[in-house]
C-alpha cells in the first residue's frame, strides 16, 4: 500500500538542479519518492511549519507546569549546579545527608554531571527559582520532541505525527516537568541516531562525528547513553548486509565514512574513558565504576526473582507507553479491537481472581478496590501492544531500520528491567521514539482498510485522548511535588507560634523535594549516626519519603500531623494505591495509578528526652546498600 503522505514529504537534503521543475531530486529517506526542486521547497516550507506547529505543542503542554515545586532528586541536581558555580571543576566536591547521614556528594549521585552543568548554566542567567529552572528544561524537551522528528523522516512518511505521539506518551510529559537528567538524555540520544542514520544514507562523514559528539553527551548525561555506540555499530554492520537498502547512496560506503563511523563510536567510549580517569583522580575513586557497583549493590540487596522482576518491567513499560492502546483500532482494525478486549478482560479477571498484583493489595478503606486488576491489565496490555508492533513491523520490513528499532526498545527494556539498580520510568523513557514510530508505520500500513481509519481527522481522538491522560499523570505528579512546598509554607504558623519554636530547633527526616524546602526554611536533615535530638526539638517527616524512620515513642511524642490536600484521579506517588513513578520496586507496583488520593501525612516529633543518635553508618555493599528507596542513583 502506498504510503498515505509520502507525496508531502521532503528530502533532508537539498535536492541537485537549476531550478527546473522537472529537474529530478533526491529521493526521502524513507519511502524513494523523488522530488522536483519546486516540489521540495514546497515541501520544505510545510515541513518549516510543522516544526513551529511541535515547538507550539510542546510550549502549550509544558509551560503549565513551569511552578512545579522541585520533586524528587531534583534538589541533588540543583545542588550540583550551584557548586559548579562556585568551583566549576569540582562539581560533587560538597558533602550532603541524603540517606540519613553525611556523605560526599561523589557517593550518592552516581549519574554523570552534564545536565548539573546545564542546570548551573540557567541558574547563571536566570538564578534557581523553580519558574526559571523549569522554563530552561523546556529546551532539552523541544530538542527531545525535535530530535524524534529528524529520526523519524528515516523510518517513515509522517514524522510530525510521530514527534507528536512521542510527546503525548505519559512518561515523555512527566519528565519534561523535573530537573533531573532523563529529557536531556533524550534529547541527546535521538539527535545521536538522527545523524547517524543521515550519514548511513548520504555518506556524510560530518555525520557520523556530530553522532558520536552527541553519544557522548548522552553518556555523560546519563551513563545508559553510552549504549548507543553498540546499537549503532549493528545497525552500521546491517546496512551492508542483505538487510541494507538496496537504493542507499554508493558513496555512503567510501573509507571517508568508514573512517568517521570509527571516530563517532570511539569519542563516546574516550569521553567516558576520561571521566573516570578524571574523577578517579579528583575523588580518589571513579565515578563510571562506582555506579555500576552500586547497582549491583541494590539489585543483590532486593534480591528479586526474576519472573516478578519482569512484570514489573513489563508494567512500567506498558504505563509509560499506555497511549499506544488508544491507537489498537486505526493500527489493527475491529478484529485487532476485539483481540485486544479479550486480552485485556482475560488479564483483568486473572489479577482479580489472584486477589493481589506482584504482592500489591490496595487498602480497603481507600475504596475504588476494583480499579487494581483494571490498570494491571491495561499496562500489561500496552505491553504486549508494543511488542506486537516490534514483532510485525520487524516481520514486514525486514530491513536495517526495522532491526534498529527493535534493538533500541528490546535493549532499553532489559537494562531498565535486569540491569538498572530499580526499575523506573526514568529508565524506559528513551524507548518512547522508537514505540511513537513504530505506531507511525504501524498506522502507514493497517491491518483495516476502511477510508475512515486512513484519514488526517481518525488521529485526532486518540492523540486527544493520549495529551489528557498525559497531563493528568503530569498534574498529579505535579500536586505531589507541591505538597512539599506546601508543608514547608505551613511551618512558621505550624510550629514557630503554636509551639515558640524557632528554625534552630527544626530538624527532619525524608529527603527529595522535602528536603530541598525544610533546609531553604533553616531546618536541618537528622543524621542518625552522628549527634543527638534534645528536648523540645520537632523532627518533621513525610509518610511517604525515603530513609524516614521512626522516633522511639518514650522520648518523641506525635503532634497533630500536618496534612495538604492532593489532586484527585491520578497519582504517581501513593503506597496506598500502589504507584510509584520513580522506583517501581518500592513495594508499588505501578508508575501511576488511577482513583482517589488521601491527603498527604507530614508526621510531627516532639522531642521530650534527649535522643541519642549513634548507629553504625551504612556502606556501600550488598545487603547493606543505603536504602534503595531512593531514587538519587541511576
Known amino acids: ?19 527546473d521543475a522537472a529537474t529530478p531530486a533526491a529521493a526521502h529517506p524513507s519511502t524513494g519518492f523523488h522530488w522536483t526542486e519546486r516540489a521540495y521547497r514546497r515541501a520544505v516550507d510545510e515541513a518549516q511549519l510543522k516544526v513551529v506547529l511541535l515547538v507550539a505543542l510542546v510550549l502549550a503542554s509544558l509551560v503549565p507546569f513551569l511552578n512545579k515545586a522541585v520533586h524528587m532528586d ?14 566549576p571543576t569540582n562539581f560533587y566536591g560538597f558533602d550532603i545527608n541524603w540517606y540519613g547521614f553525611v556523605q560526599p556528594m561523589h557517593e550518592v549521585n552516581q549519574n554523570p554531571p552534564l545536565a548539573a552543568y546545564y542546570l548551573a548554566l540557567v541558574g547563571l542567567v536566570g538564578g534557581f527559582d523553580e519558574w526559571v529552572m523549569h522554563a530552561g528544561f523546556l529546551a532539552p524537551a523541544l530538542g527531545a520532541v525535535l530530535g524524534t522528528y529528524a529520526l523519524a523522516w528515516y523510518f517513515c512518511g509522517r514524522p510530525t505525527i510521530a514527534a507528536a505521539i512521542a510527546l503525548a506518551m505519559p512518561v515523555t510529559l512527566v519528565s519534561s516537568t523535573t530537573l533531573m537528567c532523563d529529557t536531556l538524555l533524550l534529547c541527546f540520544w535521538c539527535w545521536a541516531v538522527a545523524l547517524w542514520l543521515g550519514g548511513e544514507r548520504r555518506g556524510r562523514s560530518w555525520s557520523f562525528v556530530l553522532a558520536g559528539l552527541c553519544i557522548a553527551a548522552a553518556a555523560l548525561t546519563k551513563y545508559f547513553g553510552i549504549c548507543l555506540v553498540p546499537l549503532l555499530f549493528v545497525y552500521s554492520v546491517a546496512c551492508r548486509t542483505p538487510l541494507g537498502r538496496q537504493d542507499r547512496d554508493a558513496h555512503g560506503r567510501d ?20 571521566f573516570e580517569w578524571w574523577t578517579r583522580r579528583l575523588y580518589g575513586h571513579g565515578l563510571v565504576s562506582d555506579a555500576n557497583l552500586y547497582a549491583d549493590a541494590a539489585r543483590q540487596f532486593a534480591d528479586v526473582a526474576w519472573s516478578r522482576q519482569f512484570l514489573l518491567g513489563a508494567t512500567c513499560l506498558g504505563g509509560c507507553v499506555l497511549s499506544v492502546l488508544f491507537y489498537v483500532p486505526l493500527m489493527w482494525g475491529r478484529w485487532g479491537s476485539l483481540a485486544a478486549v479479550v486480552v485485556f478482560a482475560a488479564l483483568a479477571g486473572v489479577v482479580h481472581w489472584h486477589g493481589s498484583y506482584l504482592d500489591f493489595t490496595p487498602p480497603a478503606e481507600r475504596g475504588w478496590t476494583w480499579l487494581t486488576p483494571l490498570q494491571a491489565s491495561a499496562f500489561l496490555s500496552a505491553s504486549l501492544a508494543v511488542v506486537l508492533l516490534g514483532l510485525v513491523d520487524l516481520a514486514r520490513r525486514r530491513d536495517a531500520e526495522s532491526l534498529l528499532l527493535a534493538l533500541w526498545a528490546g535493549g532499553t527494556f532489559v537494562f531498565a528491567t535486569f540491569f538498572n539498580w530499580t526499575v523506573t520510568a526514568r529508565t524506559i523513557l528513551p524507548v518512547v521514539p522508537a514505540v511513537a514510530i513504530w505506531i507511525v508505520r504501524a498506522l502507514d500500513r493497517p491491518l483495516t482498510t476502511g477510508s475512515f481509519f486512513q484519514s488526517r481527522f481518525a488521529l485526532i481522538a486518540p492523540f486527544a485522548l493520549s495529551l489528557a491522560l498525559s497531563i493528568a499523570v503530569a498534574v498529579g505528579d505535579q500536586s505531589r511535588a507541591n505538597s512539599a512546598r506546601v508543608a514547608s509554607g505551613r511551618i512558621p504558623e505550624y510550629l514557630f507560634e503554636n509551639y515558640q519554636a524557632d528554625a534552630a530547633d527544626l530538624w527532619f527526616q525524608g529527603h527529595w523535594g522535602f528536603q530541598y524546602y525544610l533546609e531553604r526554611l533553616g531546618a536541618r536533615a537528622v543524621d542518625f549516626t552522628n549527634g543527638e535530638l534534645v528536648r523540645d526539638e520537632f523532627v518533621l517527616a513525610p509518610v511517604f519519603g525515603s530513609n524516614v524512620r521512626m522516633l ?28 510509584c513513578f520513580y522506583n517501581c520496586r518500592s513495594g508499588a507496583p505501578f508508575p501511576y495509578a488511577f482513583g482517589p488520593n488521601s491527603v498527604e501525612y507530614y508526621i510531627v516529633f516532639h522531642v521530650r528526652n534527649t535522643i541519642p543518635l549513634r548507629q553504625p553508618k551504612p556502606g556501600m555493599l550488598p545487603g547493606r546498600s543505603p536504602g534503595p528507596a531512593s531514587d538519587g542513583t541511576e
Do not use: H
Not at 531534583?74 to 568551583?87: N, V
Open 1 to 19: 500500500m502506498k504510503n498515505p503522505d509520502s507525496s508531502r514529504a521532503p528530502s533532508l537534503d537539498m535536492p541537485p538542479g537549476n531550478g
Open 74 to 87: 531534583d534538589p541533588l541536581f540543583i545542588y550540583s549546579a550551584q557548586q559548579i558555580l562556585r568551583q
Open 255 to 274: 573509507w571517508r565514512c568508514a573512517v568517521a563511523q570509527v571516530v563517532g563510536l570511539a569519542l563516546p567510549c574516550l569521553a567516558l574513558a576520561a
Open 552 to 579: 522511639p515513642t518514650e522520648d518523641a511524642a506525635l503532634e497533630p500531623p500536618m496534612t495538604v490536600r492532593v489532586a484527585q484521579g491520578v497519582t504517581t506517588i501513593s503506597s496506598e494505591a500502589g504507584a
